[in-house]
């Protein structure tokens, strides 16, 4: 079992930065994509970053030049640095990780998400 917990979100006003963080932990032999998805209201689930197990990244346009994607390989967390924020940055965002467990002699190979932490843009 792999689960993913984030952390960092809030209320923040525009113009301003926040830093989200999404931890795995369980059963983990390595992990490769992470990413940081988003859901506005009434709108459809879209990808903001994702950052590979060897630092690549790419990004939605609407956050390039302003969001930062990193990870800390050495303890299973990715990061979304966020800076200059717009109140249509406001979702619920979620991490999310192809992650290869092993329970025993056997390798499983998982896409987790997590729970969803608030971005609430707004002055």
């Known amino acids: 079992q792999v689960q993913l917990v984030e952390s960092g979100g809030g209320l923040v006003q525009p113009g301003g930065s926040q830093r989200l963080s999404c931890a795995a932990s369980?059963?983990?032999?390595?992990?490769?994509?992470m990413g940081w998805y988003r859901q506005a209201p009434g709108k459809e689930r879209e990808l903001v970053a994702v950052?590979?197990?060897?630092?690549?990244?790419n990004y939605s346009d609407s956050v390039k030049g302003r969001f930062t994607i990193s990870r800390d390989n050495s303890k299973n967390t990715v990061y979304l640095q966020m800076n200059s924020l717009k109140p249509e940055d406001t979702a619920v965002y979620y991490c999310?990780?192809?992650?290869?467990?092993?329970?025993?002699?056997?390798?499983?190979?998982?896409?987790?998400w997590g729970q969803g932490t608030l971005v609430t843009v707004s002055s």
């Open positions: 999310n990780a192809n992650v290869i467990s092993i329970t025993g002699l056997k390798y499983n190979l998982l896409e987790v």
């Open positions: 369980g059963s983990i032999f390595s992990i490769n994509a």
């Open positions: 950052i590979s197990s060897g630092g690549g990244t």
